[in-house]
């Protein structure tokens, strides 16, 4: 019954990363060298990297942790076995982080990270929550106003490193902050939205991709605006690296956005992919990356804003 | 107004829409009625222009989306977007400034929670106030009655009157029948891509009769109900 799951789990996964144009075993190649490159820069940049990991694994296991995930596997597959599914599925998810912390002799966070994973298969969590988590971006949903919801914690540990890093004086860490606020709000434009939402726009596809960066920009502004005041503060001396900062983060935003458009309806693919590595490796090329995406963009969204 | 001319509309090689010619005109209720699969919802989307077509749609005003306000038989809603956020989302989208949001909740819908945490019938009395405050001049309305409680059905009626009333172009789709006999002034039947039959008011009980006898026929006593 357990192998049939997780059979079943593995052609789901293969399914997903074909729908995308990759091949799968390549799919599985990138993450594992993403995976182990981010890793290691978060090791190389900060002391504070095994809570910061830590907290990723548990906010990747806790997506499995949801209620109605839970409820659906005891249905089928009775209580006993719904407990055994999840402990092997916490675990087969925090192996790459549990390696990673021992390889780096962190044993207490790796013990921890443990302890997590097995009590975590065994709670459930309710992810309708019964309560409404406030956000300040009500007034343009959605992209920012559900982004936030899910993602608030991220601007706290954020908020928290820039403190720290003003704190020690190590300005790199306020600058992973910055990253990490810009980042966050990258995500938010990763997934199409259901084309409703879009045909129901009275503007052309031009005014729809403006106003939408605009948004973008007021509100990604509003989240880091209090971490680049804070440093140029403490360090003044950076204040032009932190406006090359704010600058690369506005223009990464904009480049998600017409990524994701460029491919609208459909979910971003292998070329779209191959364009988010490219403009990290070389971030120049978002001036040419930029108008192309804007244009196709405009082709695709044309269908659906006469 | 709308009008359709030879409108037909194929998924692969299969044509769902075959040939369609109709004309919907201001200030009229128009009720669309048909089987599962017989195309009704593909005809709806052809109209907002979600749907490439063969043929041609003819609105006054143009382009209709900006004047439409269509009601998806099942709504889409984002996981964490709240009932007020969703209508300012639509409201927005036209330009369409609603300053007190909650003066208009007719409903009483928690605006402040989840729209995902909302019952069937509240999300498509959410979906339906999202556009109603749009402003629409033209309105397809696909299975509003669906999920929702008897009060607020009685709401709905009501609003639908209002919107004739206003010179609005209603087209509703409807399983239960005498929703349509009570708010349309014609009711079309659609049958495998194609209009079979249209009806007015007066002819409403002899073609629900009709429906009966050709649809249900003598399939509950193969049943052998004892």
């Known amino acids: 019954m357990v192998k049939a799951y997780f059979g079943l789990q593995y052609q789901m996964l293969h399914r997903k990363f074909r729908d995308a144009q990759f091949n799968p075993w390549l799919a599985y190649l990138i993450i594992a060298i993403a995976f182990v490159g981010f890793s290691l820069l978060l090791f190389s940049k900060t002391t504070f990297a095994p809570y910061i990991y830590i907290l990723t694994a548990f906010a990747f296991i806790g997506n499995l942790s949801a209620s109605h995930r839970t409820e659906f596997l005891e249905i089928c597959y009775g209580k006993w076995q719904m407990q055994k599914i999840r402990m092997l599925e916490n675990l087969i998810c925090s192996i790459p982080f549990f390696t990673f912390l021992l390889y780096q002799q962190y044993y207490l966070a790796g013990g921890i990270l443990l302890l997590l994973t097995v009590i975590l298969a065994l709670i459930n969590f309710r992810t309708t929550l019964s309560f409404t988590i406030w956000t300040p971006f009500s007034k343009r949903p959605y992209e920012f106003s559900t982004g936030f919801r899910n993602t608030f914690y991220l601007f706290f540990a954020a908020y928290t490193l820039c403190l720290i890093a003003v704190t020690t004086q190590n300005f790199n860490l306020g600058a992973f902050a910055m990253f990490l606020v810009f980042a966050t709000t990258w995500t938010y434009y990763l997934k199409p939205e259901n084309e409703y939402y879009v045909w129901n726009f009275s503007q052309k596809p031009k005014a729809f991709l403006w106003g939408k960066f605009r948004t973008a920009m007021l509100y990604s502004a509003s989240l880091a605006m209090p971490l680049a005041i804070v440093l140029s503060i403490y360090f003044p001396e950076n204040i032009y690296l932190l406006l090359l900062f704010f600058a690369l983060g506005w223009a990464f935003l904009m480049f998600m956005m017409v990524n994701k458009y460029s491919a609208y309806p459909k979910e971003i693919n292998l070329f779209q992919g191959i364009l988010i590595v490219v403009s990290f490796w070389f971030p120049p090329m978002l001036v040419v990356l930029i108008p192309f995406l804007f244009s196709r963009s405009q082709n695709h969204l044309s269908s659906l804003l006469k | ?226």
Request: charged share 20%; hydrophobic share 40%; net charge positive.
């Open chain 2, 1 to 226: 107004m709308i009008t359709i001319r030879n409108l037909s509309k194929y998924f692969g090689t299969k044509e769902v829409l075959k040939s369609i010619n109709m004309e919907f005109y201001k200030g009229k209720v128009y009720g669309i009625v048909g089987e599962n699969g017989a195309g009704k919802t593909t005809l709806f989307r052809c109209i907002a222009g979600l749907e490439s077509y063969e043929g041609e749609i003819i609105t006054h005003p143009t382009p209709i989306k900006e004047h439409l306000g269509l009601l998806l038989a099942e709504p889409f809603f984002f996981q964490k977007i709240t009932g007020k956020e969703y209508i300012r989302l639509l409201c927005n989208a036209r330009k369409v400034n609603i300053p007190n949001i909650e003066a208009r909740n007719i409903f009483d819908l928690p605006l402040h929670q989840y729209a995902s945490t909302y019952s069937t019938g509240m999300k498509k009395k959410l979906a339906l106030t999202a556009i109603l405050l749009q402003g629409n001049d033209f309105y397809i309305l696909d299975e509003p009655f669906n999920g929702v409680d008897i009060q607020s059905n009685l709401v709905i009626t009501e609003i639908i009157h209002q919107l004739k009333a206003l010179n609005k172009t209603v087209i509703i789709s409807s399983h239960i029948f005498s929703t349509l006999s009570i708010t349309c002034d014609e009711i079309h039947m659609i049958s495998q891509g194609r209009f079979v039959k249209s009806v007015h008011q007066k002819e409403f009980a002899a073609l629900e009769k009709e429906m009966k006898r050709t649809l249900i026929g003598n399939k509950i006593e193969k049943l052998g109900l004892t």
